[in-house]
């Protein structure tokens, strides 16, 4: 069975790890549930300040290769603090924030990168995106600064860890951002990152989709101290944390952050910091079933008694196989098995890597300049592979493989006309599936002779896993999406349109999953790479054990028998499935 599934980020940003191999990671904090300090505005008796007194003004400034971008300017004061947009978003997406913290008595600059044109992305320009903060932070001192706190969000993020240490940031904040977007040939080196030795604050939400928050911690871990690191529970990515329940909070935690590592004279006495306990919201613990009414042309399939978490008994077993693959990042995104079962494709961001299917031998480890490699998938005789990249790259991508020589080379490539996130080429080979957009489940289903878009599906499901697996007999596309705060496992029938639910579970229950080749099992893992083997019919459990850490895909291999995992930090195991199930000798 073909699937694919996309985990990382390109600019806002998917994807994501660093330029050299991995340092030894230092120890998370726990995150969410403790309490920290909140800021809490309570001016001095002697002071007051009008929420006109920021003095909102519009600015321009010039980069040192003489480019002019255009800013807002919000307060007053000595310490200024410099907010770097995500790749998606304008300066605008910040404005609320700037003005409260202007309001405790900062100088704030927002601005446009320089890659807006025309209202319009050009995504050659992206990879400057230090160069313009640090012209930012140059603007900001000829106004009076005497110290710069840098904060910013995805590819901001990116930008404020490349720009801190050259710029002597006084404090940083970096909120969802991975350390490298290939499609961009962008990347946070490691040396940037230890660089910054003033205080640092790492936020993320537990389940972002854009930037999974493995890649926000990876980057915490690479980063000397202090340091700080707050997760926050849901999917909102970077800035629209702001739009949920805890855009107070995260807010009231930037203030609190910058006043207290970057005070200004003013904020010294017109700010008070109360403790306040930080609750995070609980994450569903338990699994249940689909009951209820199936949406409309939906059809729900028959419950289990028993939810798979509840009957979740892990066996401590260890994998038939185990590989560190090796990649320019150390990370890897994507795997996919051959159809005649004996080889394993594996995108890493910069390159892919083929493997035998026992994991003793690499085959070939392609790297082509310039290209993102996130997504993968093998044509049904295992003669071409397909690939996507991304955020803003909707370029699909054709490759040969000649097995005898093996040699990856470029074949063909056309614009899917969206961000292409996953792929998935179908057992019959006449359909490549293309999973069109980050937030919601849209399809774009492509004729494999002529790679004329045959027709869209958009389904009513938010934040899809980016996996596709088709069925045996190339009628029916598995995906996984968010509605009413659990994830649905469904199947949309390519022939009537009608969607088939099969069973829901939390939330953070389901980092990846894969459905087997005869449709009758799937697997799901969470986070921590827990893995529990389902029955597609009514959701029993039928075998649970601990995988990799941190994991991004899995895929079974044609026979039904084993099932690959692989982990954010490049770790491929191979289990043999059919030694865990029920029967088994």
């Not at 313009?132 to 110290?147: M, P």
């Not at 469904?490 to 389901?510: R, W, Y």
Request: aromatic share 6%; with cysteine; net charge negative.
């Amino acid at each position: 069975m073909m699937r694919r599934l996309v985990t990382t980020l390109l600019i806002a940003m998917t994807t994501l790890a660093a330029c050299a191999p991995a340092a030894t990671p230092t120890p998370s904090p726990t995150e969410t549930s403790t309490p920290l300090p909140v800021a809490t505005a309570t001016p001095h008796p002697t002071a007051t300040r009008a929420s006109t007194s920021t003095g909102k003004r519009t600015v321009t400034f010039t980069t040192a290769d003489g480019v002019t971008l255009h800013g807002t300017l919000y307060g007053q004061g000595n310490v200024a603090v410099i907010f770097s947009n995500m790749g998606d978003q304008r300066q605008d997406s910040w404005a609320a924030v700037a003005e409260a913290v202007a309001e405790q008595g900062y100088l704030t600059l927002t601005y446009d990168f320089r890659y807006w044109v025309n209202d319009k992305i050009d995504n050659a320009l992206a990879k400057r995106v230090a160069d313009d903060l640090s012209a930012a932070a140059a603007f900001v001192r000829e106004q009076g600064a005497q110290k710069v706190v840098m904060v910013g969000a995805s590819l901001g993020g990116m930008a404020t860890a490349k720009a801190a240490a050259s710029n002597e940031a006084s404090a940083v904040i970096i909120i969802a951002s991975p350390t490298e977007a290939p499609s961009l040939g962008l990347v946070v080196e490691i040396s940037e990152l230890q660089a910054i030795t003033v205080p640092k604050l790492f936020i993320a939400s537990e389940s972002d989709r854009t930037v999974k928050a493995e890649a926000l911690k990876q980057m915490y871990d690479l980063a000397v101290g202090p340091k700080e690191l707050h997760l926050y529970p849901g999917a909102a990515h970077g800035t629209d944390i702001f739009k949920t329940e805890n855009g107070s909070d995260l807010q009231a935690r930037l203030i609190a952050f910058i006043t207290s590592n970057a005070p200004t004279d003013e904020s010294a006495f017109a700010v008070a910091l109360t403790a306040t306990a930080v609750q995070a919201t609980p994450a569903p613990t338990s699994a249940t079933l689909l009951t209820g009414s199936p949406l409309p042309e939906t059809t729900t399939a028959p419950a289990a008694a028993t939810s798979p978490a509840a009957s979740a008994t892990p066996q401590a077993l260890l994998p038939s196989a185990e590989k560190k693959m090796s990649s320019r990042t150390g990370t890897a995104y994507t795997l996919a098995f051959s159809p005649d079962g004996k080889s394993i494709a594996v995108a890493s961001g910069y390159e892919f890597s083929i493997v035998s299917a026992d994991l003793q031998e690499t085959r070939v480890v392609f790297a082509p300049p310039d290209i993102g490699l996130l997504g993968v998938t093998w044509s049904s005789d295992g003669l071409r592979l397909a690939s996507v990249e991304g955020l803003r790259h909707p370029t699909i991508r054709i490759w040969n493989w000649d097995a005898a020589q093996q040699q990856i080379e470029p074949q063909s490539e056309f614009d899917g006309g969206a961000d292409e996130y996953g792929v998935s080429w179908s057992p019959d080979g006449r359909t490549l599936a293309t999973l069109a957009n980050d937030r919601k489940s849209t399809f774009q289903l492509w004729n494999a002779m002529t790679w004329e878009k045959d027709r869209v599906l958009d389904l009513p499901y938010q934040n899809p896993r980016r996996a596709l697996d088709w069925s045996a007999d190339s009628t029916q596309l598995f995906d996984a999406g968010e509605a009413n705060g659990e994830v649905v496992i469904f199947a949309v029938n390519l022939q009537d349109g009608n969607v088939t639910e099969f069973i829901k579970l939390p939330i953070s229950d389901i980092e990846v999953f894969a459905v087997s080749p005869d449709a009758g099992k799937i697997a799901v893992a969470d986070k921590d790479g827990m893995i529990h083997i389902l029955d597609m019919a009514g959701g029993k459990e039928l075998s649970a054990f601990q995988g990799t850490g941190e994991p991004v895909d899995l895929d079974w291999n044609p026979g039904g028998n084993q099932l690959a995992v692989l982990s954010y930090h490049a770790t491929l195991q191979i289990w043999d499935v059919s030694r865990l199930l029920p029967g088994a000798p």
